[in-house]
């Protein structure tokens, strides 16, 4: 190992871009002389990290949107490639991602004898267990970052740490002023244009719906860095943009004075929790997609909340159930049903506690230096 460190990072959409930033943060602390490089966003950019190429191009997801980003994803991989042969770094971090970072960067890596951390782990017990034996022949260490994983993981004989959730330490300060009777309602549409262009419309007829007969409402989107506002703008019909404003600003300060929000399966599923907010999560992919997904797929729930909780404490609505009426009929059944809108408020608040305590990245980040001096 040099003197000076030299880490390769990959982070392939806003989620892993925002968990990378604070990764390097952590590390810098750590080890000042390092150099950390890879793939990114303009959060791991900020913090120091050299992008060899941007992470915004390989924001797809689904069957038929990879088949549609294919150019932008093999020159992703041509530019990793050439950065770890040419760079040979101490260590490569992978940060979920698992499409591109285990089949298309992990085994390049490997071959060079470059150590290998994966940081926010694939969710093979979800699905694809079959990536169990690639991990395990690849990855040097998996650090997770649910509670479940790592017992998972060593169960098939995977290094696996847990270091707690990232989200935490975001949310530790965070005053929660969740109101039943805000006349705010946020809606979380995701950060891939897929998803948005799938899933806003739905969400804005279930808002008018809702809104019909209650004119003092006012409707919160949460636009990701990547995403063009003016594609957001034009999936608002004209007749309710008054009502409806577009912030650039981090989830948990759109989720503040929030009554409810409507959000896409995800991380931002988390963040509302940790905002105590109630909420409706919704998913729905291509059909192709889905059709796939559906016989691979074995879980009770589809959203990391109830995962977590490992029961339903917020209604989940997948594909076919996303119609409007139906969005309509469960935000109905939590905002105007004063006892089942504070039940849900209080298992947010337990959801809170078994996600541990803050210090995730700095954790993650002595996992990694160590796992590097290993290796030297």
Do not use: C
Request: glycine share 6%.
């Amino acid at each position: 190992m040099k003197n000076a460190p030299h880490m390769v990072m990959v982070a392939g959409e806003d989620s892993g871009d925002f968990h990378g930033a604070n990764l390097a943060v952590a590390l810098k602390k750590k080890l000042p002389a390092i150099r950390l490089s890879g793939i990114g966003g303009l959060k791991m950019e900020e913090q120091g990290v050299e992008i060899i190429f941007p992470s915004s191009r390989l924001s797809v997801i689904g069957l038929t949107e990879v088949l549609g980003s294919l150019a932008d994803i093999l020159a992703g991989r041509k530019a990793i490639r050439q950065h770890l042969t040419k760079s040979r770094p101490d260590l490569l971090i992978l940060i979920d991602f698992p499409g591109f970072n285990l089949h298309l960067v992990a085994p390049f890596a490997h071959k060079l004898n470059i150590p290998i951390v994966y940081y926010i782990s694939p969710k093979v017990w979800a699905w694809r267990k079959g990536r169990i034996a690639t991990i395990n022949r690849l990855i040097d260490k998996v650090l997770v970052i649910l509670p479940f994983e790592e017992e998972f993981f060593r169960r098939h004989n995977v290094d696996a740490e847990y270091v707690g959730h990232p989200l935490v330490d975001e949310f530790a300060d965070f005053k929660s002023r969740s109101q039943q009777k805000s006349p705010i309602i946020a809606l979380i549409p995701g950060s891939r244009n897929s998803e948005i262009k799938r899933l806003l419309p739905e969400m804005i007829t279930a808002a008018r719906l809702y809104a019909r007969d209650k004119p003092e409402l006012r409707f919160l989107i949460p636009v990701a860095p990547s995403i063009p506002e003016a594609m957001v703008e034009e999936l608002i019909p004209s007749g309710f943009r008054d009502r409806v404003t577009l912030l650039r600003r981090p989830l948990k300060t759109v989720l503040q004075d929030a009554a409810f929000a409507l959000v896409t399966s995800g991380t931002a599923t988390l963040e509302t929790a940790l905002a105590e907010v109630p909420m409706v999560v919704i998913y729905k992919a291509s059909r192709i997609s889905y059709e796939i997904g559906r016989r691979v797929v074995k879980l009770t729930h589809f959203s990391l909340v109830n995962l977590i909780a490992e029961k339903e404490i917020v209604p989940e609505l997948l594909q076919d159930e996303t119609a409007p009426e139906n969005i309509v009929r469960q935000m109905r059944s939590i905002l105007d049903n004063q006892f089942r809108y504070q039940q849900t408020v209080k298992e947010l608040k337990q959801l809170k506690s078994r996600l541990g305590n803050p210090g995730a990245p700095q954790r993650a980040a002595a996992a990694i230096i160590e796992t590097m001096r290993k290796h030297a």
